[in-house]
């Protein structure tokens, strides 16, 4: 499955990206530059962590507005599957391709540590390969990972499935002493109402091996794998893929 | 023209920036201060031949870039003069979620 990962000025993950997918999980990748307006075919758009622009005036605000979001934005219009993880979440939420928005984490700090996320939605393209209360290990490094939305549209949200993830403690419960930078309802991870956009703070791209951060990112990535596989999911999803 | 943007946060949304000044200003022995919010003051230069053109020109600023519709609301003035008052948004509030410092 070919993928795209796009670099912005202050991408700091995106060789993580590129690593782990190409050498940990045996995938075409193609490195997208942030000026160019082709996804050179890929089949999934990876927006990597990092400091886009430097942070300026918010995070992912500057971004959003550079020359492959437009060809990312038709491309999630037309079905194809874009995941932001971290600064790649903030860009996405900033660009209106996910609802709500991230903001400072109410300690003021900033944030490296391992969390436990629970899946809430196991029937989308990125968790397709979990089961619904899996508890997935991965760490989080952020800053600005406080995710807030207007609450007629986190009761749509929920209504809708499009909570995928919530920061829960090793038994599974979402307690306060386990969110981490205090997200609305614990949440560390959301879909579009099309469930072909995905964003999460934590980095999945950094637990794809055992001896770092443990392997549950994998699933993420092999849920993604697996969805595609499928060939009338491939079929649709190639439409407007350039 | 010189416009002024103000750019705060959104009336309940979590500032824990404001609250952490406020702890302060009460540790230093300012009684009585409440609600402080910190928010963005970005000044720039428009051309425009009338004040309308630039107040429009500074809304569509506001609303596609200098502040998130989601979390911030914005003001700015034009010779004086004061616009963009925030329309009424939602506000966003999260039931049953108390909004504190893990550490107090």
Known sequence: ???????????LDDLDAIYGLRDVMGQDVQPL?????????????????????????????????????KSVAKFAADGGLVIGICNGFQILTEAHLLPGALTRNRTLSFICERVHLRVENAKTPFTCTTRPGDILAMPIKHGEGCYVAPEKELLQMEERGQIILRY????????????????????????????NVFGLMPHPEHALEGELFGADGRKIFESIIAFQSVPEHRGQLRVGTK | MQVKVFVTPRKGILDPQGRTVEHALASLGFAGVS???????????????????????????????LANPNIEDFRFEIDGSEYGTPKTAEVPTDRGRKFDFRDG
């Not at chain 1, 499955?1 to 991408?11: A, C, E, N």
């Not at chain 1, 996804?39 to 918010?58: I, M, T």
């Not at chain 1, 307690?175 to 109402?193: C, F, H, K, L, Y």
């Open chain 1, 33 to 69: 530059w942030h000026k160019d307006e082709s996804l050179h075919g890929a089949e999934c758009v990876v927006l990597p962590g990092g400091f886009s622009y430097g942070d300026h005036l918010r995070c992912g605000a500057i971004a959003r507005f550079s020359p492959i979001m």
């Open chain 1, 168 to 195: 829960v403690d090793t038994n599974g419960d979402a307690t306060d002493a386990a969110n981490p930078n205090g997200s609305m309802r614990s949440i560390a991870g959301v879909a579009n109402d099309s469930f």
């Open chain 2, 35 to 65: 609600d402080v919010k910190i928010g963005r003051y970005i000044t720039l230069n428009i051309e425009a031949k009338t004040p309308d053109e630039a107040r429009a020109s500074a809304s569509k600023m506001c609303e596609q870039l």
């Open chain 1, 1 to 11: 499955m070919r993928w795209g990962v796009i670099r912005f000025p202050g991408s």
